[in-house]
């Protein structure tokens, strides 16, 4: 941690242990850990820059840093503090990169925040019987039912466009510019849906005593929602999913 009268530095290393490169990995850290080393620490009041070095010797030397966008979320609802802080980082095969995370000044921060484009959003909408999320590339639903499915829209140009999908009139499964439903769920359950295996046969996620979403988070780097089911009977006992 390192500080000045109105920002204040905690210093992270960021490691891709594998021989893949990771062109925009998601990296959660909780604001938990985050305070254990800065008691100070505000998530709303943050910056998350970068750069290439791999130690802090290396950082302390480089002059030029790449902000990354970034998000604080509130997963808990309660409207008093934030959970989690969220970024994307882009990492070479094996490469450690040195992350800070800046806070301090609400006002100071914001004058040198960028406004991050949004590139993640969830929905529920009945005109598409469940909750949506989508990508900039990719949007997904679920059917909210009996079905409990998760179908596929495909995008032919970048952007986020559930609430075109869900508005009346729309007819999302036809052509158009923007892309189409492209997935048909038929009997599956679709593209990673929920199930069970029973007497060696799927079943699904069907009789329930009560269906339940909440949108946790929408943000420029992540949407986040819970979906929970009560009294799910399967194999002659209920089950409780979250």
């Not at 109105?6 to 021989?19: F, G, M, R, Y």
């Not at 008691?39 to 130690?55: H, N, R």
């Not at 995370?101 to 406004?115: E, K, N, P």
């Not at 199930?195 to 269906?211: H, L, Q, T, W």
Request: charged share 25%.
């Amino acid at each position: 941690v390192c500080s000045s009268d109105l920002i204040k530095v905690i210093k992270i290393a960021v490691s891709n242990p594998t021989q893949t490169a990771r062109p925009a990995e998601n990296v959660v850290v909780r604001v938990t850990d985050l305070l254990k080393i800065a008691p100070d620490f505000k998530a709303g009041s943050a910056i998350v820059t970068t750069t290439d070095a791999a130690t802090l010797e290396e950082d302390a030397r480089t002059m030029q840093t790449v902000e990354l966008p970034s998000q604080a979320d509130d997963l808990t609802g309660d409207g008093k503090k934030y959970d989690e802080l969220v970024f994307q980082i882009p990492l070479q095969p094996r490469q450690t990169r040195i992350v800070t995370i800046s806070y301090g000044d609400q006002a100071t921060v914001q004058r040198l925040r960028t406004a991050y484009p949004q590139r993640a959003y969830m929905k529920f909408s009945t005109r598409y019987e469940g909750l949506g999320w989508e990508s900039d590339e990719t949007a997904w639903r679920i059917y909210f039912d009996k079905r409990n499915g998760v179908d596929l829209y495909g995008k032919r140009r970048p952007g986020l466009y559930l609430d075109v999908f869900s508005a009346p009139e729309y007819v999302y499964h036809m052509e158009s510019p923007m892309g189409r439903d492209i997935y048909d769920l038929g009997q599956s359950i679709g593209v990673g849906a929920i199930a069970a295996i029973e007497d060696g046969k799927v079943v699904r996620v069907a009789e329930v005593a009560s269906r339940e979403w909440k949108i946790l988070s929408n943000g420029p780097v992540r949407a986040v929602a819970d979906l929970t089911y009560k009294g799910w009977r399967i194999s002659g006992r209920t089950v409780d999913l979250t």
